[in-house]
């Protein structure tokens, strides 16, 4: 299906009512979180969230993350929450945090890639949360581009990717964290990590103690996800990637068209022809609201290939270095 895609925006007072109705109404609707935009569909409507399936071109074997406004929605999504998630949710909710927690059969098997868990969060974001106010249901909402992507961190990003693919983005501004939430299980007799993202595992530890990490393996590319970004390749520009180790010298390669994306004061040597530093020092959440977004840059600039710096291995830096190696992989390329 093709739509003349508008961008409604979010400072206009009938741009939240458009967008909940058309939620509502079983359409698909971009909407900014606070760490890249989402692709939003009532989460208990099969039908709809078949649409973002299609739209995205995604695989039903990866999960979708349900967005609500607040915790008394929980009992929409989930069976029950055991006390350690209930912590980590009085900490860090709203926030970039899910937990993957037993599903209520409300929840299409389709969400959940036939897995008995669901990744749920309150997202921390006033337009979002609005928007989920308004709409008074569940929202499944993935990352707004098409799979397997760079993901987008402003509507005009949600534009270049998906344009006519779905009726209405909901634009507000750029997202302030810029990397996927970070991802924990709590389907087991312990809470495992499943993606590192935009809470720190450190700041979650302080809170519950030892989480546990899922081996790189977890799931095969081809098989059910337990969480979303966990395949091989994942986050990917079109340009090969190649990773350098955090202070080792990026050395542009002769007669290549190459890009570099550093920050701080990392070495670098030759002729790059773009580079996107992002950050002069090494604050890390600057770096991660800017790494999409540098890396859709030189992905546009006609490269043979980027050059990236490993990023410190704490805090949002696990992150940032996930989606390094993901976007590097080239084992899944057809």
Same mark, same amino acid.
């Given at each position: 299906?093709?739509? /003349? ?5 979010? /400072? ?14 079983? *359409? ?14 009532? #989460? ?9 399936? =299609? ?17 008394? *929605? ?10 350690? #998630? ?24 389709? &969400?959940? #890639? ?25 929202? #499944? ?14 509507? %005009? ?18 997202? %302030?964290?810029? &990397?996927?939430?970070? &991802? ?16 720190? &595992?450190? =700041? ?42 955090? /202070? ?27 580079? =996107?530093?992002? =950050?002069?020092?090494?604050?890390? %959440? ?49």
């Amino acid at each position: 299906m093709s739509f /003349n895609t508008k961008i409604l925006d979010a /400072n206009s007072p009938s741009s939240i009512s458009v967008a909940a109705s058309a939620l509502r109404e079983g *359409q698909l609707v971009a909407f900014p979180t606070e760490t890249v935009y989402g692709l939003g569909a009532i #989460a208990t409507s099969a039908e709809a969230v078949a649409g973002i399936f =299609e739209a995205k071109q995604r695989p039903t074997f990866d999960p979708l993350i349900v967005h609500i406004a607040e915790r008394g *929605q929980l009992g929409d999504v989930v069976t029950h929450i055991p006390p350690l #998630a209930m912590a980590l949710a009085d900490a860090f909710w709203p926030g970039p945090l899910t937990l993957v927690l037993p599903k209520q059969s409300t929840i299409p098997d389709l &969400v959940t #890639a036939g897995l008995p868990g669901v990744g749920v969060r309150i997202p921390a974001h006033p337009i979002a949360l609005e928007l989920l106010k308004s709409v008074g249901l569940p929202v #499944a909402a993935p990352s707004a581009n098409p799979f397997g992507g760079i993901s987008p961190t402003t509507a %005009q990003h949600v534009m270049d990717g998906l344009n006519s693919r779905l009726p209405y983005i909901l634009d507000g501004g750029p997202c %302030q964290v810029g &990397v996927e939430s970070t &991802v924990v299980s709590f389907m087991g007799d312990h809470p495992i990590l499943l993606r590192p993202g935009g809470c720190a &595992v450190e =700041e979650l530890e302080a809170i519950i103690g030892p989480i546990e990490r899922a081996a790189p393996n977890a799931a095969l590319d081809d098989a059910a996800q337990p969480a979303p970004g966990m395949l091989s390749r994942h986050y990917a520009p079109s340009t090969p990637l190649i990773v350098m180790a955090r /202070n080792s010298e990026a050395v542009s390669i002769y007669g290549q068209k190459c890009g570099l994306l550093t920050y701080g004061k990392q070495p670098f040597s030759g002729s790059f022809v773009r580079i =996107e530093r992002l =950050e002069t020092s090494e604050d890390l %959440q600057t770096c991660a609201s800017r790494f999409f977004a540098a890396l859709r840059s030189l992905d546009s600039c006609g490269l043979d290939v980027i050059i990236a710096h490993e990023f410190p291995d704490h805090g949002l830096g696990i992150a940032l270095n996930d989606r390094l190696q993901r976007a590097a992989c080239r084992s899944c390329d057809g």
